[in-house]
């Protein structure tokens, strides 16, 4: 069975950019949420998508987009890059949308905005 | 709105001591409650969560947790550490309804010497 995985592993981008994450769930998992985790903070909920559809959003801007793929794959996307983006974007998997429902963790993508 | 407060950020310990971190949360509903954990290095993974029933959970590698309604708390604790258990632990709670992400703690990170 394999695990959750992301890509890139870390990425250095300046201010103003766009960028695009990507996570690859556990298989048979149909729900994937997104985690903002800044350096010394727990993880920050930004949005969840289940079956392609966006499941609930945390306090996040518009800029940070998402897609959920018929595969169950999913990209987050930032754009207009601020220096306060950098920190350790986490994807999750889940078997269903149900809260009781552990959630298993990729790696993460370290971005660093300059 | 739901936050999770960790009251201790930084434990140290030495090997066989017992531990018990704190955790409460804010939310007057049902709530799921869950703890994962961060070695060095590795993704955040489970180690055990409460959805109902008997409110003294059981997880991996000798930890446990009470769930007391009417404090809002769901410690963890282990009678007695081990240097591996040096890592960073998160309580997390996701209300009781579909779609709702986990909201996180700001982390306890525990150093166990041998």
């Known amino acids: 069975e394999t695990g959750v995985t992301q890509s890139p592993t870390h990425l250095i981008k300046t201010r103003g950019q766009q960028v695009t994450l990507r996570c690859s769930s556990q298989s048979g998992h149909n729900t994937v949420s997104w985690y903002q985790q800044a350096l010394g903070q727990g993880p920050q909920f930004i949005f969840q998508y289940y079956r392609e559809e966006e499941n609930g959003r945390g306090n996040f801007p518009p800029r940070f987009s998402g897609l959920q793929f018929p595969n169950y794959s999913s990209e987050l996307n930032v754009n207009a890059l601020e220096l306060d983006d950098s920190a350790l974007y986490l994807c999750?998997?889940?078997?269903?949308?149900?809260?009781?429902?552990?959630?298993?963790f990729g790696p993460g993508t370290r971005l660093t905005v300059l | 709105a739901q936050s999770v407060s960790q009251h201790n950020h930084h434990v140290i310990l030495s090997e066989a001591a017992s531990l018990e971190l704190g955790c409460n949360y804010s939310y007057g509903g049902t709530v799921n409650l869950f703890w994962y954990v961060q070695y060095p290095g590795q993704h955040l993974q489970l180690l055990l969560k409460y959805f109902s029933g008997d409110p003294l959970v059981k997880g991996i590698k000798g930890f446990e947790a009470e769930f007391i309604k009417s404090k809002f708390s769901f410690n963890l604790r282990k009678p007695s550490v081990q240097w591996s258990d040096t890592a960073e632990y998160f309580c997390?709670?996701?209300?009781?309804?579909?779609?709702?992400?986990?909201?996180f703690g700001k982390g306890t990170t525990l150093s166990v010497s041998s």
């Open positions: 997390a709670v996701t209300p009781n309804q579909a779609g709702t992400a986990l909201i």
């Open positions: 999750a998997s889940s078997p269903t949308g149900a809260s009781y429902n552990e959630q298993f």
